[in-house]
């Protein structure tokens, strides 16, 4: 008996995946997201960067660092013979400002769409309770209205029972 060669789902799962519509979301919030990146970026280095680097001595940010190894530069041609090794932490400083303030956006953003979501879902509870409300009066009405016919169907029969009663002694008499 042959085995059956099992047909790789990976292809069908990603055309499924794509056509889920999801991924141009996703798509579209990379794109505003990478534009944003570059707002908060530029933001830092163009406005906060000088602001800072006005209380810094070197400057700018970009400035500030530690140098580990000096560059070595050829004194006859001005060449740069060997490379700076530097920490920099004027850059390190200005990547946690971007990452500080893209987080804070990212959840003042978030918590305008929590609250309204919120506000929905009590909607949709206070209506769900209304309406529940509206249907429970109107089940007791509907009850209350069925034991009253039954009453009147019980004195009815009472009725009925009396008179069948008076019936049979009159029949009971002219024998």
Do not use: H
């Not at 140098?67 to 390190?92: H, Q, Y």
């Not at 949709?124 to 209205?145: M, N, P, T």
């Amino acid at each position: 008996m042959a085995k059956e060669k099992k047909k790789s789902t990976f292809w069908s799962d990603f055309k499924a995946f794509l056509s889920r519509g999801n991924v141009l979301d996703m798509a579209v919030g990379v794109i505003i997201g990478g534009a944003f990146g570059k707002i908060v970026s530029g933001l830092v280095n163009y406005i906060l960067n000088p602001i800072i680097g006005f209380w810094v001595k070197t400057g700018s940010l970009d400035n500030w660092k530690t140098i580990l190894k000096p560059e070595v530069v050829d004194e006859v041609t001005g060449d740069v013979i060997t490379a700076e090794s530097a920490i920099l932490w004027g850059s390190w400083l200005q990547t946690i400002i971007d990452f500080v303030i893209t987080a804070l956006c990212i959840f003042l953003i978030l918590r305008v769409i929590t609250k309204a979501r919120a506000i929905a879902e009590r909607k949709k509870i206070e209506e769900a309770e209304k309406k529940a409300a509206e249907e429970k009066a109107a089940a007791e009405v509907a009850a209350k209205a069925a034991a009253e016919k039954e009453a009147s169907y019980e004195a009815s029969v009472r009725n009925q029972e009396v008179l069948l009663a008076e019936i049979r002694d009159l029949l009971a008499k002219k024998k």
